[in-house]
């Protein structure tokens, strides 16, 4: 079954490179007391999640902190050192956080995984949402690849 609104997130680790090295984030902890802007792209690098995806969201970064939100996170079904190396194509100082779903366990469990078959193996759906508390608030799935329409920042802040 697929996560929808008024779903509290799955609890899963997500892993990351911190200034020690790799670290380890449930998502229960991770989202707790928080309002968090989350999309969630099928790979790092790929031409419509590196030249259009993140980048919306770092234009509005801003304006979705001002509107009350506490965190973006971009997640992608790569390992840390992929999300660590593209999180600094970006620069040292962005408002991103880049969390790896190592081993799919969010794609999964969330309902949203998918099989793209030899040359990727399984990544996620690319969607966003609205998580406040660990609760989603506000969903978007986009209906085909190559596209932000449903899930850029803009669909976001109209559910704020």
Known sequence: MTIAVGDRLPDVEFRRMGPKGEEVMRTAGLFAGRKVALFVVPGAFTPTCHNMHVPDFLARAEELGSKGVDAIICVSV??????????????DDHALLFMSDWNAAFARATGLAVDRGATLGVRISRFSM???DGVVTAMHIEDGPGKIEATGAANLMMAL
Do not use: E, I, K, P
């Open 78 to 91: 790569n390992d840390v050192f992929v999300m660590d190396a593209w999180s600094r194509t970006f620069g």
């Open 130 to 132: 609205l998580v406040d």
